[in-house]
C-alpha cells in the first residue's frame, strides 16, 4: 500500500521552482514593454514640439498678413475720405473693426503696429512674424493683445491707431 501522508514523493513546496519561469518571463515582458512605450513617448514629444512651432509660426503670419490687409484698407477709405470731404464739414472718421483670433496654437500672443509694420509675437513658443505695410498715413505706435481689434482713423488727429475691442 502506498502512504497516503505525502503525495509529491517527499519534496517539499519550497523547493518546488515549476512557475518560475513563467514569473520571470512575465516581469520581463513588462519591463521590456515598459523600456519601448517610454522611448515612444519620448520621440513623439519632440515631434509635437517642432510641429506645435510650425502651426504657431504659420498661424502668426496669416493673423498678421489680415492685420496688414486691414491696416491698409482704413488707410485707403481714410484717404479717400479726406479727398471726397467738402470744404467746412466736419471731421473725416474712418473705422475699420477686425476679429482676429485670441489665441493661435492655444497660446496668447500680442500684435505691435507701428509706421513700419505689423508684429506678432508669442512667448511659448518664442515666435515673431514681422509684416511690412505700405500705409501712407502716420501710424501711432501700439501695442494690443490678439484678438477684435479696431483700426481708426480720425482727420483731427491725422494718424492711424489701433486699439483692442
Not at 515612444?40 to 492685420?67: E, P
Not at 491696416?71 to 475720405?81: G, Y
Request: proline letters at 4%; hydrophobic letters at 40%; charged letters at 25%.
Amino acid at each position: 500500500m502506498r502512504d497516503r501522508g505525502r503525495s509529491d514523493g517527499g519534496r517539499s513546496l519550497r523547493s518546488d521552482e515549476r512557475a518560475v519561469s513563467v514569473t520571470v518571463g512575465y516581469v520581463l515582458t513588462l519591463a521590456i514593454g515598459a523600456v519601448l512605450l517610454s522611448g515612444i513617448v519620448i520621440g513623439i514629444g519632440g515631434v509635437v514640439d517642432s510641429q506645435t512651432d510650425r502651426v504657431v509660426r504659420g498661424d502668426l503670419a496669416v493673423v498678421g498678413q489680415t492685420a496688414v490687409a486691414n491696416l491698409e484698407s482704413v488707410d485707403r477709405l481714410a484717404r479717400a475720405a479726406e479727398v471726397d470731404r467738402p470744404g467746412g464739414a466736419g471731421d473725416a472718421t474712418v473705422s475699420v473693426d477686425v476679429d482676429l483670433p485670441t489665441r493661435i496654437a492655444g497660446r496668447p500672443y500680442r500684435i505691435a503696429v507701428d509706421n513700419e509694420s505689423v508684429t506678432l509675437r508669442t512667448d511659448d513658443p518664442e515666435a515673431v512674424a514681422e509684416i511690412p505695410h505700405v500705409a501712407n498715413l502716420s501710424v501711432e505706435s501700439s501695442r494690443v493683445r490678439g484678438g477684435p481689434i479696431r483700426f481708426r482713423y480720425n482727420s483731427s488727429v491725422g494718424r492711424l491707431v489701433v486699439r483692442e475691442r
